[in-house]
Nanobody, 115 residues
Framework: QVQLVESGGGLVQAGGSLRLSCAASGSAFSGYAMSWYRQTPGEQRELVASIGTGGSTKYADSVKDRFIISRDNVKNTVNLQMNELKPEDTAVYYC?????????WGQGTQVTVSA
């Protein structure tokens, strides 16, 4: 089992940047694939970016070339650098860890991008 604590959300103007961080504890972090999801009211949770145990990355088309996911297996953290933010990026962002059997979720952090 792993516990996930997110930080870094807030209010930013369009075109600005934010860096989200997710700190993991309670289990072997390096054994988990890590992802960032986001969700707005009335919408289904959307996969934003993921990074595998070997470091491979994937991005949603809507954030490609703007967002960067990274992980530090020594500090047990996963980060999401968000650049060139747009109002449509406004959502609650969730950190997620996935092993061979379970998926774990953080509590979410609000990101609001003003026009």
């Amino acid at each position: 089992q792993v516990q996930l604590v997110e930080s870094g959300g807030g209010l930013v103007q369009a075109g600005g940047s934010l860096r989200l961080s997710c700190a993991a504890s309670g289990s072997a972090f390096s054994g988990y694939a890590m992802s960032w999801y986001r969700q707005t009211p009335g919408e289904q949770r959307e996969l934003v970016a993921s990074i595998g145990t070997g470091g491979s990355t994937k991005y949603a088309d809507s954030v490609k070339d703007r967002f960067i996911i990274s992980r530090d297996n020594v500090k047990n953290t996963v980060n999401l650098q968000m650049n060139e933010l747009k109002p449509e990026d406004t959502a609650v962002y969730y950190c997620s860890a996935h092993d061979s059997m379970f998926r774990y979720w953080g509590q979410g952090t609000q990101v609001t991008v003003s026009a």
